[in-house]
């Protein structure tokens, strides 16, 4: 049994998850490459385990590692969208009007690419 | 905008507000949602023996206790649902959980020998008396002319009453129907949006990077006036046609793809079979599956 039970993250409903906004990090580079497709650089978080093993293999307790992600075509568009101003549902909306796709599908997509960048640490919801 | 839309699925047809999409569907089971919420459910399914609405509601209501925590009662149903379901054996039901009720009807039909059961969730605003009666006047839980319409989603397509659902999938981008009867499997497939998939290339190229369409040698055609390509193999006539049979392997296949360029959308039909494929049906598959 644990002693110290994690308390459960509160839950959030779809329609109040929507009305977020994503903003980007500012700790990521991006670069638009030949293609028009971005390239972001971020910057890795090491767990204090796998921190701590870095520095008894080597690695300058200063020493910043990054990591690379290309977004392909749609990836980029989204991207491309996230202004800080906007909310997720706007963002939906602008992404199924610029493919065309119906808004349950394009929500599905984009909530599914923001939660991703969310994990890595590139975007935040404000 | 239209108001309404259909909703068909395994052999269940339906008419609803153009607001309600499916969120959770299964072989037989829809669930559809008005973007505030679950809005209307639908159960169904055959019956061996006799039916017995009261034997339906105690399963129910053990169900329901599980899962909502609510009590499910009998419910007398109003006249106007009534008349709307005046083809089916009818027992109306009620429920109420901590932050949800419902109240549904449980159907049997004794032409088909089908059971369903419909309810509609009381907690989501827009689910109102007017919109659910034009629901249950439209349902319909068998075909009559032996093709069953496929209608979720963006896609419709018809197919005949003998080819059976087998695998679905609908993924953002990418939607997978599998359906099968003794002699043949037949796929439809549907991406979306095909100017970012496609690119600078074509539907060739489209079709190269795809595992199940890979390796073929097509040829253009055209599909109800939209662009396309297709092709089939087959083992050489004579002989080797015979001995195929024999084999387990599949060995007949048929391939079609086309563009829908103002939807931004590919469709596909792929086909295959251990004996030769009747490409008559084949066409009238392609040409009954549409966007919406």
């Known amino acids: ?28 580079t991006e670069v638009r490459l030949e293609t028009g497709e971005v390239l972001i650089e971020y910057p890795l978080t090491l767990r204090p385990l796998a921190a701590a093993i870095a520095r008894r293999l080597g690695a300058a307790p200063t020493s910043r590692q990054t990591k690379k992600l290309q977004l392909d075509v749609l990836g980029t568009s989204v991207w491309d969208l996230l202004d800080g101003q906007r909310s997720v549902s706007q963002v939906i909306e602008l992404f199924a009007r610029a493919h ?27 | 905008m239209k108001e309404c839309k259909d909703v068909a699925w395994n052999a269940i047809h339906f008419q609803c507000p153009s607001g309600w999409e499916v969120d959770q569907i299964g072989r037989r089971h829809l669930r559809l949602d008005n973007g505030q919420g679950p ?10 023996g006799r039916f017995s609405h009261n034997a339906h509601l105690k399963r129910l209501a053990v169900l329901n206790s599980r899962r909502a925590k609510g009590r499910v009662v009998p419910w007398s149903l109003p006249a106007d649902w009534k ?5 089916f054996e009818t027992g109306g039901f009620q429920w109420q959980g901590a932050s949800a009720e419902g109240r549904g009807v449980s159907l049997y039909c004794p032409v088909c020998r089908n059971a369903a059961l419909i309810q509609f969730f009381r907690s989501s605003p827009g689910a109102d008396e007017k919109k659910i009666l034009a629901v249950l006047k439209s349902f319909r839980d068998h075909p009559c002319d032996g093709q069953i319409v496929w209608s979720v989603f963006d896609i419709r397509a018809k197919l005949p009453q003998s080819l059976q659902l087998r695998r679905f999938r609908f993924d953002a981008g990418k939607f997978e129907l599998e359906f099968t009867d003794n002699n043949q499997t037949i796929h439809l497939h549907r991406w979306a949006p095909a100017a970012a998939l496609l690119g600078q290339g074509d539907l060739a190229r489209f079709a190269g990077t795809i595992a199940q369409f890979s390796g073929g040698r097509p040829h253009a055609t055209t599909v109800a006036g939209h662009q396309g390509i297709e092709w089939r193999t087959s083992p050489s006539a004579g002989w080797p046609q015979w001995i195929v049979r024999l084999k387990p392997q599949l060995s007949f296949f048929w391939y079609r793809l086309w563009l829908l360029k103002e939807k931004n959308r590919i469709f596909a039909v792929q086909a ?3 004996h030769p494929l009747d490409e008559r049906q084949l066409d009238r598959i392609c040409m009954d599956y549409e966007t919406v």
């Open chain 1, 1 to 28: 049994m644990r002693l110290f039970k994690r308390k459960p993250a509160p839950e959030l409903s779809r329609t109040t998850a929507l009305h977020y906004k994503p903003v980007k990090s500012n700790d990521i």
């Open chain 1, 100 to 126: 065309r796709l119906e808004n349950r599908e394009a929500e599905v997509s984009v909530t599914r690419f923001i939660k991703e960048l969310g994990r890595r640490g590139l975007l935040g919801l404000r």
């Open chain 2, 39 to 48: 809005v209307m459910e639908v159960k169904w399914g055959p019956v061996k």
């Open chain 2, 83 to 87: 008349t709307a379901l005046a083809d």
């Open chain 2, 272 to 274: 295959a079979s251990r």
